[in-house]
């Protein structure tokens, strides 16, 4: 009898490991589903925004913090990718809800040209829970591409 029981703890362990995994990869390891008109941030004016302004344009939207190592280890590629695109064809969006003085902060540190704007909400509220997480839009506001984790933004803008 103890041995069934046993058996039977094992295999309810077995499937909470299970369970608690599936969820923790489907949260923090693959990026959201995010709605461009969904997301809406502010720019240094105060004026309120949302991804859909920037259609018409290919958007790349990289979601940052400023204690984040791997956000910050990015910054230079993406600011050189900026330099590289036509902005008259392609849009940089940097999303955060640090505060403006860090976003002023990390705009200096790294020299950044590209837009950064601060949330009206947090990362979480717009199901953003690994940083860096990336995205780029098309034109017409479909999604094309969305990974966690650095990315090369180059290769995606080549689509």
Not at 24 to 40: C, D, F, H, W
Not at 80 to 93: C, N, Y
Request: charged share 25%.
């Amino acid at each position: 009898m103890a041995s069934k029981s046993k058996k039977t703890f094992r295999i309810i362990l077995l499937l909470v490991v299970a369970g608690w995994l599936v969820f923790y990869i489907l949260r923090y390891r693959v990026a959201p589903e995010v709605k461009s008109q969904e997301v809406t941030f502010t720019n240094q004016q105060g004026d309120t925004l949302s991804l859909s302004h920037f259609e018409g344009k290919k958007v790349f939207v990289n979601f940052y913090a400023s204690w984040c190592g791997p956000c910050m280890n990015e910054m230079p590629d993406l600011q050189k990718s900026w330099e590289d695109q036509s902005q008259e064809s392609t849009s940089f969006v940097a999303l955060t809800d640090d505060s403006w003085q860090k976003i002023e902060g990390v705009r200096q540190k790294f020299g950044l040209t590209f837009p950064v704007y601060k949330l009206t909400g947090s990362l979480h509220d717009v199901g953003v829970y690994t940083i860096p997480t990336s995205f780029l839009f098309s034109a017409d506001g479909d999604l094309l591409e969305k990974q966690t984790g650095v990315v090369d933004p180059d290769k995606w803008l080549e689509k």
